[in-house]
């Protein structure tokens, strides 16, 4: 594995490396790797202020491979029954919070039932392998809630874990949060049916719009919304229409996940478009002033930018991103914009577009490199525009095609 690979997201120097972890001078090369791939383990007691009868213990442990467990307990420890919520946020510089939330109901001695309530749950985060960096200088604040209100309907528990994570979200420049877990012992949990706007995996938290993927949450805003409008009503969605969905198939063939795709007029953070998989199947193709004529729209999803590309541009190359979250097994920073692209985009960098001559096996290129590979073969732009300026549009003999004709129609990543 090259030293680059063993780094991650944001890091480009051993220097940067030796002072993530602490290591003092001099250190030798595999001291610093071998304390920077450590795990990272946050082990705490769960105090509650002077006179609750509550208080437990719990451990966050993070793997460099993205493992995540999170294990512990609270108990009731007088007269009282708690609903109680523990939160700890992963705090740091790097604007890449990340949340774990537990939560159940213990028995005082004034009713029957358990008086502890435990919880263990292990599931992997590739997320937390790609912001390694950021995990690794985090520090953990912990705080516990025990408003029963909190956990008065299941609905709540996606404004709950949103509410708590969100202020941390909207500080950081990177616009996501990690979720680590969300452990409600007296709930199903998350939901494809949860949602507002009859959207799966939006919420309103804190007064913030956010959007629900595997293992992140991600801050939104809806496009061209007026002030002062409702965000419930603001919000549209739908699936794609039989034009769009003819319109797509020339470049994707029969192969994109047509009846998974949900087309919002959401945004992410930078105004940007993105794509993500939802909560259930869905995957919300989230085209802000696109979403109205994505086969006509020239633009880059913010009203207010006039950078103009190709019509229907923006739309194949979000479809990308679609056929990839179908295609490919999770990829880490698949969810486009909004997670991997915007980290080193934000301050102008588009370095995560351009992608290098033809030649290459698909799978070489990034994420963000097959979609703009797609999209510039689809419009006869970027480095695929012809020399005499001309368009060459979809044009067969352009030597990128071969990507659309041999992966994208062949459904290989
Ligand atoms: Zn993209």
Not at 301 to 311: R, S, V, Y
Not at 349 to 368: C, I, K, L, T, W
Not at 377 to 389: N, V, Y
Request: aromatic fraction near 8%.
């Amino acid at each position: 594995m090259s030293l680059r690979a063993q780094l991650s997201s944001g890091v480009n120097s051993l220097e940067a490396v030796r002072s993530i972890v602490g290591v003092g001078r001099p250190a030798s090369l595999r001291d610093i790797l071998a304390r920077y791939q450590q795990p990272i383990v946050i082990d705490e007691p769960l105090v509650t202020p002077d006179g609750i009868a509550l208080g437990g213990h719990h451990t966050i442990t993070l793997g460099r491979d993205g493992s995540v467990r999170h294990q512990g307990h609270m108990r009731a420890t007088g007269f009282p029954s708690f609903t109680f919520g523990v939160r700890t946020v992963l705090v740091n510089d790097a604007g890449v919070p990340a949340v774990a939330i537990a939560s159940g109901r213990v028995h005082g001695t004034s009713e029957l039932g358990d008086r502890v309530s435990t919880w263990d749950q292990s599931a992997p985060n590739p997320l937390v392998a790609l912001h390694w960096a950021a995990m690794k200088r985090s520090r953990p604040e912990t705080s516990i809630n025990r408003d029963a209100d909190f956990f008065g309907t299941i609905g709540d528990v996606l404004g709950f874990v949103g509410s708590l994570a969100v202020g941390a979200v909207v500080a950081g420049p990177a616009g996501v949060c990690i979720v680590l877990g969300v452990h409600t012992a007296d709930l199903a949990g998350f939901d494809e049916h949860l949602g507002i706007a009859g959207l799966a995996g939006v919420a309103v938290a804190g007064g913030v719009l956010v959007v629900f993927g595997p293992g992140a949450i991600i801050p939104a805003i809806v496009a061209g919304a007026a002030a002062g409008t409702a965000v419930e009503l603001a919000i549209k969605h739908r699936p794609m229409e039989a034009p769009e969905r003819a319109f797509a198939e020339r470049v994707f063939g029969p192969t994109l996940p047509v009846d998974r795709i949900v087309l919002t007029n959401l945004l992410g953070i930078g105004k940007r478009p993105f794509t993500i998989p939802s909560i259930g199947r869905a995957i919300l193709v989230n085209l802000g002033a696109g979403f109205n004529d994505p086969i006509g729209y020239a633009g880059f999803g913010d009203p207010d930018n006039p950078e103009q590309q190709a019509p229907g541009q923006l739309f194949i190359h979000e479809l990308v991103h679609a056929w990839q979250i179908d295609t490919e097994t999770f990829l880490p920073g698949l969810m486009c914009e909004a997670i991997g692209a915007q980290l080193t985009t934000l301050g102008g960098n588009m370095d995560v577009y351009r992608y290098g001559a033809a030649g290459q096996a698909f799978s070489e290129y990034n994420p963000e490199q097959r979609a703009s590979i797609v999209d510039d073969w689809f419009a006869g732009s970027g480095k695929q525009a012809r020399l005499d300026e001309q368009r060459a549009v979809e044009d067969d003999s352009n030597p990128y095609f071969r990507y659309v004709r041999d992966n994208i129609r062949n459904r290989i990543p």
